[in-house]
């Protein structure tokens, strides 16, 4: 009863709850790895940060595709609420990577790392979505082109990575991956758990600004309606 | 042939039509006044299907095949001859025999002579004339006109007024100017 | 089907006949493609090698591209006649394809003129390169004409355009300079092959939300 009520307490907690449990495993109860030491621990935020990026763009498609198909006029703030959150998980990607880079290998930005340079091409994407939504006038006509955008983020996505791969052939001979460790038991329930914890995050912030937006529409509504 | 219902639109903060209603059956003649800003624009391009309503209903019997819309722009391209543009429109909307129908056309709105001419050259009166072509091309049976006396001199708009004579179907014409239309309208609605 | 082909056509014929008129694109992109060779040549310090130049051809050919794209939707805000197509009773991917075809002919000559001159100043360029030229036209004119459409409804306009395209054009210069510059061009060719079926499904079946509201 008291779950329903307040289900977005409810998530925030829980993601609180989750996200403490991450950092004690990640801080405490997983080995430090032998050659990289502390810093190879970035790797449990990095990783998971990385694939809630990838989960809140495909969600902002999903809400885009309904909001075309089905004709769904709520699904418009949903996707770029998702969208929105994409980039700032995606930024934190950026960044927690070049710390990684910088760690392991001393640079600041490793061209090499086919995640940051993705994450990169990614980050240029979606800034523009919001670059286009600025632009045009609130309305069906930037829903819709909105929702359009995000789905050609989408196909990105995979179309980019298979060109950074591509690329090294001819941009860089050496490649250093930034795969994590064999991830044996306590690695990867610790990874798990760091997962879990950035998607609940992620959820509970969805849920946060989503209600947050929702509550603005309706102010403004109401203020259009008295005047 | 067109039932509106409740219909409103609104351009972010700014109401245009509010809780509009009306029907026009097949032939008939609606005339819509009111002054500049109004919405009178607003409600032809709803119509036509450019824009959606944000509230209500509108139900409009007709497939864009059938459907004439004459703007406040001309809307043809100005590099191109009277010629070429009703021919570039007269494929897309695959008026059959258009040679003789654009020939036609050109001679009854007066623009035969300068049929080889850039229309970025005609003044705006002859650009309303070729508009008028292009809205009458495809023999449409519901037309849509706002401002159709726009610009046009005495002699453009007495073959205006023979067109409308001769073309039957279903008109909803905008106008700040209804006296010369109010003969024909079979039906009125006023913005304010 | 007939009729989709045919309104595609009266489309594409529309374009190529305002520009012929005009002729204010084709001549601009002529002169800046070449202009950026001979700027790219003060940009390249001595033995940058061969490689080097290829890869800022395809820099040239994007960017010659984007000057055109800029231009494709021009007559039409500026005259409004956008409304006009859209009201036709076409299907209105055929408005899409037609641009795209008739920038694919305008981006086709610049690049005959480009190609040869970038052989005259730097290198010959080969069979694989030209096969990507062609590959990646595809890709940048489905592309960038229906980011133009969506650029005519902003506020920015042109200025959006690049900022649009940019991160969209990255794979094609990457599948682009791969072909021109290793010795395995197929797999690139492949992926240039694979980004434009890809991409102009997704425009052909997406660009009914673009013009209309």
Not at chain 2, 11 to 37: C, Q, S, Y
Request: charged content about 15%.
């Amino acid at each position: 009863m008291w779950l329903r009520n307040n289900a977005l307490q409810a998530s925030a907690l829980g993601a609180g709850l989750l996200l403490t449990a991450a950092i004690a495993l990640i801080a405490f109860y997983v080995p430090t790895d032998a050659d990289q030491g502390l810093s190879q621990k970035i790797f449990y935020f990095h990783v998971p940060i990385a694939l809630t990026a990838y989960a809140c763009f495909g969600w902002g498609a999903w809400k885009a595709l309904r909001h075309l198909w089905h004709r769904d006029e709520r699904a418009d703030l949903e996707s770029y609420v998702a969208i929105h959150l994409g980039v700032i998980f995606g930024a934190l990607t950026i960044v927690t990577g070049s710390i990684w880079a910088r760690a392991s290998w001393g640079v600041w930005w490793a061209w090499q790392s086919r995640q940051l340079v993705l994450f990169l091409v990614l980050f240029l994407f979606y800034c523009a979505y919001f670059m286009l939504r600025y632009s045009v006038e609130s309305g069906p006509r930037r829903a819709r082109l909105s929702a359009v955008y995000a789905i050609f983020g989408v196909v990105l996505i995979p179309i980019s990575f298979l060109a950074i791969r591509l690329a090294e052939d001819f941009i860089h001979p050496t490649v250093f991956t930034s795969r994590g460790p064999q991830m044996a038991g306590s690695m990867f329930f610790t990874f798990c758990v760091s997962w879990a914890a950035m998607l609940a995050t992620a959820h509970a912030l969805y849920r946060i600004e989503l209600a947050g937006k929702r509550i603005d529409a309706q102010l403004r509504e109401l203020g259009e309606l008295l005047t | 042939m067109i039932l509106a219902r409740g219909l409103s639109k609104r351009f972010g903060a700014k109401r245009v039509l509010e809780g509009l209603d009306f029907d026009l059956e097949r032939g008939g003649f609606l005339l819509v006044t009111g002054p500049n800003g109004s919405g009178k624009t607003t409600l032809l391009r709803l119509v036509a299907g450019l824009l959606v309503p944000t509230a209500g209903e509108l139900r409009v019997d007709a497939e864009r095949a059938g459907l004439g819309f004459l703007a406040h722009e001309p809307l043809v391209y100005r590099e191109l001859t009277a010629l070429e543009n009703l021919q570039f429109f007269s494929r897309l909307y695959h008026v059959p025999e258009s040679g003789e129908r654009i020939g036609m056309l050109l001679e009854r709105f007066g623009l035969w002579d300068v049929r080889n001419e850039r229309a970025g050259s005609f003044s705006r009166g002859m650009l309303q004339r070729l508009a008028l072509c292009r809205t009458f091309l495809h023999q449409p049976s519901l037309l849509l006109l706002d401002e159709p006396y726009n610009a046009l001199d005495a002699e453009g708009t007495s073959l205006l007024e023979r067109e409308l004579a001769a073309h039957a179907g279903t008109y909803v014409v905008a106008t700040h100017d209804p006296e010369r239309l109010t003969p024909l309208a079979t039906q009125r609605l006023a913005f304010a | 089907m007939r009729t989709y082909v045919s309104d595609v056509t009266a489309l594409a014929r529309k374009d190529l006949l305002l520009e012929l008129r005009a002729r204010d694109t084709l001549p601009a992109m002529l002169l800046f493609v070449v202009a950026a060779l001979v700027v790219f040549h003060f940009a390249l310090p001595s033995g940058s090698g061969r490689l080097a130049g290829l890869g800022l051809l395809w820099v040239a050919i994007v960017f010659t591209a984007l000057l055109g794209l800029s231009r494709v939707f021009v007559a039409e805000r500026e005259q409004g006649v956008l409304d006009a197509l859209v009201l036709a009773p076409s299907d209105r991917s055929a408005i899409w394809l037609g641009k795209a075809v008739a920038a694919f002919t305008f981006l086709g000559l610049a690049e005959v003129v480009a190609l040869p001159a970038f052989g005259l100043f730097f290198s010959g360029v080969g069979g694989a390169t030209v096969a990507a030229v062609a590959l990646a036209d595809v890709g940048i004119c489905s592309v960038g004409v229906f980011l133009a459409a969506m650029s005519v409804s902003t506020r920015a306009r042109e200025l959006m355009l690049p900022v649009l395209f940019l991160p969209l054009a990255i794979p094609i210069v990457v599948g682009g300079v791969g072909a021109s510059v290793t010795d395995a061009p197929g797999r690139y060719l492949a992926f240039l092959a694979l980004y434009d079926a890809l991409f102009a499904t997704i425009c052909w079946a997406s660009f009914e939300y673009v013009v209309t509201e």
